[in-house]
């Protein structure tokens, strides 16, 4: 029997990396059901905020793509334009002949234009699925309020989502979707599928009276680099910070290096630029602790990542990833509370490498629990029915 064909539509893909979790996210749903579904991927030729195409790709046409790293292949379509025409999507996703499609996200040609075939009869007997990734979570509401209120909005009263289903990732998401489109909105939920934790991670070992910090993320305000920065300010403490990702909003990154031209001679900060996936979890391996302020996480790849080989996590309280404290993976904070963030990093520095051993181990102890207790075929088969 013929595997069943599940069109994926999102502007990012592999070898892309620069969308951060959601590229992360989709690969990791492919490799992990291609055994049950034939996937197709509609996407472009372009990374976030790139120029130029990827390199000895094929434009406008199927293709069949080994993912680096696995023995996994799969049919995609990169489109020559950063932003495809009515048309030329249309035609791409007739020619996948899937009776699934699964969007990613609100907000580019890859959602509204194939809402709209549907509405206006152009593609027929077609289950549409939509992974919201967050995007409606409080924090990320908050950018652009004015702007995503009227364009959801405009959403709920055009008809557009009437027959849409939707993919949650967590109980938090399902009641953000049933709160954004109604209590009768159709949402399954299956969580997002990790990369494996890694069995023989070895820890930073951890310097007296000190603390090597790494933020990995896009530099946007969303990850709230720039708090972290300014609270750096006031730490007396020695602290080795160092961040990884892709510069996404010039403007938020020229505050940022104003904060750090700011701190004191204790706190030594460098950018290293961007990570390509496959060597994150062993660039987490040389640090103390991640630290993640955001103001909104749907997953977190980098937390799961960053715990998936033992190195602990200071985060907000605005992501899946609760009570780390009890279970010694790492510490939840408030941040807006100064004075809580700084008596950590102090404390912190204060730990022996011996201290900070117990929190190496939780961290990947979480890491393995969530990834051998999360039913992931079960869900993604209900999840596509």
Known sequence: MPKKKVLVLYEYFYPGFRAGGPVQSLVNMIVAMHHQYDFYVATTAYDLQAKQPYQNITLN???TTTLSNTNVTINIWYANKPKPSFKELLHTIKSAGCNTIYINGFYTN?????????????????????????????????????????????????????SIRFHATTLDEESEI???????????????????PLSNAKQSLKQANQIKLVFISRILSIKNLLLVLQYLQQIKKEIVFDIYGTIEDENYWQQCLQAIQ???????????????????????????AMILLT???????????????????????????????????????????????????????????????????????????????????SKYSHLFL
């Open 61 to 63: 046409q199927w293709v």
């Open 178 to 196: 049933k709160q954004m489109f109604g209590k009768n909105a159709t949402v399954t939920i299956a969580a997002n599928i990790p990369k494996h």
């Open 295 to 377: 103001k909104g996480e749907n997953f977190g790849h980098a937390i799961y990542e960053s715990l998936s080989v033992g190195t602990p996590v200071i985060i907000s309280n605005f992501t899946p990833w609760k009570n780390l404290q009890q279970q010694n993976a790492g510490w939840n904070v408030a941040i807006n509370d100064e004075d809580e963030i700084n008596s950590l990093l102090n404390n912190l520095c204060n730990y022996t490498d011996k201290d900070f051993q117990q929190y190496c181990n939780g961290a990947w102890q979480l890491a393995n629990n969530y990834y051998h207790q999360s039913d992931y075929i």
């Open 110 to 162: 890859h959602f509204l234009f194939p809402l709209l075939y549907i509405k206006l009869g152009l593609i027929k007997n077609i289950d549409c699925i939509v992974a919201t990734r967050g995007m409606l979570h409080k924090g990320a509401l908050q950018i652009k309020s004015f702007q995503k209120k009227i364009y959801f909005t405009v959403l709920k009263f055009s008809g557009l989502m009437k």
């Open 262 to 288: 700011q701190l004191p001679a204790n706190i030594q900060v460098k950018y290293k630029g961007e990570v390509l996936p496959h060597l994150v979890q062993e660039t987490f391996m040389q640090y103390d």
